[in-house]
């Protein structure tokens, strides 16, 4: 049956059809060094802290405020694709002949088509347009971001560890099998609605997103990297990449092999090799400020601002997420994030600031490896992937 504003525990696919110029990303950029005290705390309420001593680089007058409105599901919908939506289920017929098991188990369907309107943001400067800042609601402003190399989601400062929001089930961690999609009519990716404990907002397709959290959930929900991200790591795409997005542009687009016989340090990913194997891809995560690391056989390191909007300063923070074509279903899709370039990795599960168990050589209790040089035999095994359970965000809220 057809349904209006379902509760968002189950994948539902808005249907969308699609719908310039580049702007001065000059920014001036001023440096306070603070001690930032990061607090994550687990499901199961243990806590633990740790001190960094930390440069924190940001952008004047670029700032993101709190939203002017919170939005629950229903009242983003509504916002967002109008107050008539009708929403399917995953078994549901719906009128463009969609089989929308092939993208998820437990997802349903929105069939939005857009608006024609005129982009707002041709010719505006960097500044002019981060100043007062707010994320995108509509796929229209989102899409007419892009056109003009304009980010559409959360642009807050980003640390190097992932949230700890995680939620366990019998010492397990819980990993969601719901959402929301938007799709194109033919079936193409328009936008995905993440899981969230707040207010509610949407990463769409083609557009881009910085946040760990914002790029983690457009990852999982599209096997692909934001078009901010979608550059090589020569200097040649290094410049492009500044020149389009500012500060806000990323790079690396590669094959990861997750060969753990020439890396023995790194954990094994899941179907990453053997018969059955599929595709990963890496990129890196841009991280906002410094802050201090050490590699097994070096000096403690100082790992700087990822781009200062004249360089981009590669650091050793990485995504790395299934990426075969030949993968539709959400279910069987894999993100990893890395804070220690390879050595450990914590996956991505489908739901605000949730994040699996943490696994690889440090965890084991070893000094992270730089290179395969750096591994000696008396290592500690890696700790290997842990299992999840899989539940809907209704049990788990």
Same mark, same amino acid.
Request: with cysteine.
């Given at each position: 049956?057809?349904?209006?504003?379902?509760?968002?525990?189950?994948?539902?696919?808005?249907?969308?059809?699609?719908?310039?110029?580049?702007?001065?990303?000059? !920014?001036?950029?001023?440096?306070?060094?603070?001690?930032?005290?990061?607090?994550?705390?687990?499901?199961?309420? %243990?806590?633990?802290?740790?001190?960094?001593?930390?440069?924190?680089?940001?952008?004047?007058?670029?700032?993101?405020?709190?939203?002017?409105?919170?939005?629950?599901?229903?009242?983003?919908?509504? %916002?967002?694709?109008?107050?008539?939506?009708? +929403?399917?289920?995953?078994?549901?017929?719906?009128?463009?002949?969609?089989?929308?098991?092939?993208?998820?188990?437990? +997802?349903?369907?929105?069939?939005?088509?857009?608006?024609?309107?005129?982009?707002?943001?041709?010719?505006?400067?960097?500044?002019?347009?981060?100043?007062?800042? %707010? +994320?995108?609601?509509?796929?229209?402003?989102?899409?007419?971001?892009? %056109?003009?190399?304009?980010?559409?989601?959360? +642009?807050?400062?980003?640390?190097?560890?992932?949230?700890?929001?995680?939620?366990?089930?019998?010492?397990?961690?819980?990993?969601?099998?719901?959402?929301?999609?938007?799709?194109?009519?033919?079936?193409?990716?328009?936008?995905?609605?993440?899981?969230?404990?707040?207010?509610?907002?949407?990463?769409?397709?083609?557009?881009?997103?910085?946040?760990?959290?914002?790029?983690? !959930?457009?990852?999982? !929900?599209?096997?692909?990297?934001?078009?901010?991200?979608?550059?090589?790591?020569?200097?040649?795409?290094?410049?492009?990449?500044?020149?389009?997005?500012?500060?806000?542009?990323?790079?690396?687009?590669?094959?990861?092999?997750?060969?753990?016989?020439?890396?023995?340090?790194?954990?094994?990913?899941?179907?990453?090799?053997?018969?059955?194997?599929?595709?990963?891809?890496?990129?890196?995560?841009?991280?906002?400020?410094?802050?201090?690391?050490?590699?097994?056989?070096?000096?403690?390191?100082?790992?700087? @601002?990822?781009?200062?909007?004249?360089?981009?300063?590669?650091?050793?923070?990485?995504?790395?997420?299934?990426?075969?074509?030949?993968?539709?279903?959400?279910?069987?899709?894999?993100?990893?994030?890395?804070?220690?370039?390879?050595?450990?990795?914590?996956?991505?599960?489908?739901?605000?600031?949730?994040?699996?168990?943490?696994?690889?050589?440090? @965890? !084991?209790?070893?000094?992270?490896?730089?290179?395969?040089?750096?591994?000696?035999?008396?290592?500690?095994?890696?700790?290997?992937?842990?299992?999840?359970?899989?539940?809907?965000?209704?049990?788990?809220?």
């Amino acid at each position: 049956m057809n349904k209006k504003y379902l509760i968002p525990f189950v994948f539902t696919i808005f249907v969308l059809t699609s719908c310039g110029v580049d702007a001065n990303k000059t !920014a001036t950029l001023t440096e306070t060094t603070t001690n930032i005290e990061t607090t994550t705390t687990s499901s199961t309420m %243990e806590t633990t802290t740790e001190t960094l001593e930390t440069t924190t680089t940001t952008v004047t007058p670029t700032t993101t405020k709190e939203k002017k409105e919170f939005y629950t599901y229903s009242s983003f919908i509504e %916002e967002a694709f109008g107050i008539d939506t009708i +929403i399917y289920n995953v078994d549901d017929t719906n009128p463009y002949g969609i089989d929308l098991t092939i993208y998820g188990s437990n +997802i349903s369907a929105i069939f939005y088509e857009p608006k024609n309107v005129s982009n707002p943001y041709t010719n505006l400067s960097f500044d002019e347009f981060y100043n007062d800042y %707010e +994320i995108a609601i509509t796929y229209e402003d989102a899409k007419n971001r892009s %056109e003009c190399g304009f980010i559409a989601g959360d +642009i807050t400062p980003q640390g190097y560890l992932p949230l700890d929001n995680g939620i366990k089930e019998e010492d397990t961690y819980i990993r969601v099998s719901t959402g929301t999609y938007i799709l194109a009519t033919n079936g193409n990716y328009i936008g995905y609605i993440p899981n969230t404990f707040g207010s509610y907002h949407a990463i769409y397709y083609g557009c881009g997103y910085v946040s760990m959290e914002d790029v983690a !959930a457009y990852l999982l !929900a599209f096997g692909e990297l934001p078009p901010n991200s979608n550059y090589g790591t020569s200097s040649y795409d290094r410049n492009e990449c500044i020149e389009t997005w500012g500060i806000y542009g990323r790079v690396n687009k590669a094959n990861f092999s997750g060969d753990v016989n020439r890396y023995p340090y790194e954990p094994l990913l899941p179907n990453i090799m053997g018969e059955d194997s599929i595709y990963y891809t890496e990129t890196d995560f841009g991280t906002t400020g410094s802050y201090k690391y050490k590699f097994y056989s070096r000096k403690e390191q100082t790992v700087n @601002s990822y781009n200062n909007g004249e360089y981009i300063e590669r650091n050793i923070c990485r995504f790395v997420f299934v990426s075969d074509y030949d993968v539709k279903s959400i279910d069987e899709r894999y993100v990893f994030y890395t804070y220690n370039h390879y050595n450990d990795f914590q996956e991505y599960l489908n739901y605000e600031g949730g994040w699996g168990l943490r696994f690889g050589c440090e @965890s !084991a209790g070893n000094l992270p490896c730089s290179s395969r040089n750096d591994y000696d035999e008396s290592f500690t095994p890696s700790t290997q992937y842990p299992s999840t359970i899989i539940r809907r965000f209704s049990e788990i809220v």
